[in-house]
C-alpha cells in the first residue's frame, strides 16, 4: 500500500509521540508498505512554528523548512540563510 502521511502523523511518528496509534504505527513501520510524505507538510510546519520569513522567496523557504526539518546542512551562496539555525556550507 502507498501513504501519505498528514502533517501530524509524521511529527507523532518522528518524536514517537502517544498520540500515535500503535495500529497507524504498525503500518508506517511495515516494510510492504510505501510511505510518503508531502513538502507541503515541510512548509505548513515551517509556517506554523512560526519561522521569521527573512525572504520572500516560497521555493527557499521549502528548502529551508526541508533542512530545519531533517537536519540537514544547505550548500548555497544565499547570504539570508546565515539568518537562520541550520548549517551551510
Known amino acids: 500500500m502507498e501513504i501519505l502521511l498528514d502533517t501530524h502523523i509524521l511529527l507523532w511518528n518522528l518524536a514517537d509521540d502517544p498520540r500515535s496509534k500503535k495500529a497507524k504505527s504498525k503500518i508506517i513501520e511495515d516494510p510492504r508498505n510505501k510511505v510518503f510524505f508531502s513538502i507541503i507538510s515541510l512548509w ?5 512554528k512560526g519561522l521569521a520569513l527573512h525572504h520572500r522567496d516560497p521555493f ?6 526541508q533542512a530545519m526539518i531533517e537536519n540537514l546542512v544547505i ?11 541550520i548549517k551551510i556550507i
Open 44 to 48: 505548513e510546519i515551517a509556517i506554523k
Open 60 to 65: 527557499d523557504r521549502l528548502l529551508l523548512a
Open 75 to 85: 550548500m548555497t551562496n544565499d547570504a539570508y540563510y546565515k539568518n537562520y539555525k
